[in-house]
């Protein structure tokens, strides 16, 4: 089945750097890539919505110059937390939708636990 | 807009009993739905879904879902538990219209199955 390979599972980083997180997809092109952020015991919010070769739509609230997100390819999109501060910890998590007639069978990404120090 | 109440944050329930996780939706729309399941640290693994046809739809290790669209429900159950069943369930929605329609998910229900 669908694959997405999601880098890194887990990073540490200090405040004020910035931190790159890769999905790709394995064995299908992605021509839209859902990123999702889930705090402690929280439910999976929305961030934005990347689309190969267009700019990223963000969900109301999310700042779109912290979380910069690029969908290089049909098979890589990024997402880049700008001067990360303790409250951007989280869990991140990207989704591509599925190719199927529906187009609804989403694979998930691994998710990356980000803790900022 | 859609949204989802997942009223149980969470069930214990002894191995070997039934469960049901409930979930509940609201949309102005016709919708599909959807059940994951989440391991500590990991993604989603998708249990089951509705589309359309037949409302009892089941997932390939027990589990199973019934589209209510009266009481605008799609709650989980299984009849007997094991304890690798302990995780955390999220119930999910999305627009049934075509093109790529983001996942509107509830606030999860952690099962924890206990000997």
Same mark, same amino acid.
């Given at each position: 089945?669908?694959?997405?390979?999601?880098?890194?599972?887990?990073?540490?980083?200090?405040?004020g750097?910035s931190?790159?997180?890769?999905c790709?997809?394995?064995?299908f092109?992605?021509t839209?890539?859902?990123w999702?952020?889930?705090?402690?015991?929280?439910?999976?919010?929305?961030?934005?919505t990347s689309?190969?070769?267009?700019k990223?739509t963000y969900?109301?609230?999310?700042?779109k110059?912290?979380?910069?997100i690029?969908?290089?390819?049909?098979?890589?999109?990024?997402?880049?937390?700008?001067?990360?501060?303790?409250e951007d910890s989280s869990?991140?998590?990207?989704s591509a939708?599925g190719t199927g007639i529906?187009?609804?069978d989403y694979?998930f990404?691994?998710?990356?636990r980000?803790?900022v120090v | 807009a859609?949204?989802v109440?997942?009223l149980d944050?969470q069930?214990?329930v002894?191995?070997?009993?039934?469960v049901?996780?409930?979930c509940n939706?609201?949309?102005s729309?016709s919708?599909?739905? $959807?059940?994951? #399941?989440?391991?500590?640290n990991? &993604?989603? =693994?998708?249990l089951?879904?509705y589309?359309?046809?037949?409302t *009892? +739809?089941?997932?390939?290790?027990?589990?199973?879902?019934?589209?209510?669209?009266?009481?605008?429900?799609f709650?989980?159950r299984?009849?007997?538990?094991h304890?690798?069943?302990?995780a955390?369930? $999220?119930?999910? #929605?999305?627009?049934s219209n075509? &093109?790529? =329609?983001?996942?509107?998910?509830?606030?999860?229900?952690?099962? *924890? +199955?206990?000997?």
């Amino acid at each position: 089945g669908a694959v997405v390979s999601q880098h890194p599972s887990w990073v540490i980083c200090k405040s004020g750097t910035s931190v790159k997180i890769e999905c790709r997809s394995l064995d299908f092109q992605a021509t839209t890539m859902f990123w999702y952020r889930q705090f402690p015991k929280q439910s999976l919010m929305l961030m934005a919505t990347s689309n190969e070769g267009s700019k990223a739509t963000y969900e109301q609230g999310v700042e779109k110059d912290k979380f910069l997100i690029n969908h290089a390819s049909l098979t890589l999109s990024t997402l880049t937390v700008t001067s990360a501060h303790p409250e951007d910890s989280s869990f991140y998590i990207c989704s591509a939708p599925g190719t199927g007639i529906f187009m609804v069978d989403y694979t998930f990404g691994s998710g990356t636990r980000l803790t900022v120090v | 807009a859609q949204s989802v109440t997942q009223l149980d944050s969470q069930v214990p329930v002894f191995e070997e009993a039934p469960v049901e996780l409930r979930c509940n939706y609201s949309s102005s729309v016709s919708v599909y739905l $959807f059940w994951y #399941v989440q391991y500590p640290n990991q &993604g989603l =693994q998708l249990l089951l879904k509705y589309l359309s046809g037949s409302t *009892l +739809v089941e997932s390939i290790n027990g589990f199973e879902a019934e589209f209510n669209k009266s009481q605008t429900s799609f709650h989980l159950r299984k009849p007997s538990v094991h304890i690798s069943d302990t995780a955390e369930y $999220f119930c999910a #929605v999305s627009d049934s219209n075509t &093109g790529f =329609q983001k996942l509107v998910f509830g606030t999860g229900t952690r099962l *924890l +199955v206990s000997p």
